[in-house]
């Protein structure tokens, strides 16, 4: 299932997979973990990311603290770029792992360097699978 496709059908984004270092900030408490996570990018578009994350706050889980957790992520190419963005957790989603609870997060973006942004991009489109709804065939 993809988090793009069936959350944000219209946007470009790149399929990727590159190490994330994940944390979470609590709204409502005004305070974060600061305990990086280590997660593994999925896709990062233009406006949002979608990563597998093994450890998740409990608050997730409920929709009620939906729009009170944000996250920070750290994404990292082997040449060293690095992508790093704040924003609210729009979408989780529970995968069936039977050995590991891993878990899709969806976030979009609060907080990203738009040059940063625009160039750690286009390295992965690259490495990566681009996906331009808009340049689909009709």
């Not at 997979?17 to 990062?44: C, D, W």
């Not at 233009?46 to 409990?58: G, Q, S």
Request: include cysteine; glycine fraction near 6%; proline fraction near 4%.
């Amino acid at each position: 299932m993809s988090f793009f496709d069936t959350q944000r059908p219209h946007e470009r984004y790149v399929r990727v997979s590159v190490p994330a270092l994940y944390y979470f900030i609590h709204q409502l408490e005004r305070a974060n973990t600061k305990q990086f996570r280590m997660g593994e990018s999925v896709e990062v578009g233009d406006f949002a990311l979608c990563f597998k994350a093994r450890v998740l706050d409990p608050g997730l889980m409920t929709s009620s603290m939906a729009d009170e957790v944000f996250i920070e992520v750290r994404l990292k190419l082997e040449d060293g770029s690095t992508f790093d963005a704040r924003g609210r957790v729009v979408w989780v989603q529970e995968l069936p792992d039977p050995e590991h609870k891993t878990f899709l997060v969806g976030m979009e973006y609060t907080e990203a360097d738009e040059g940063s942004r625009d160039a750690f991009l286009a390295k992965t489109a690259k490495i990566g699978a681009l996906v331009d709804p808009s340049n689909a065939a009709s």
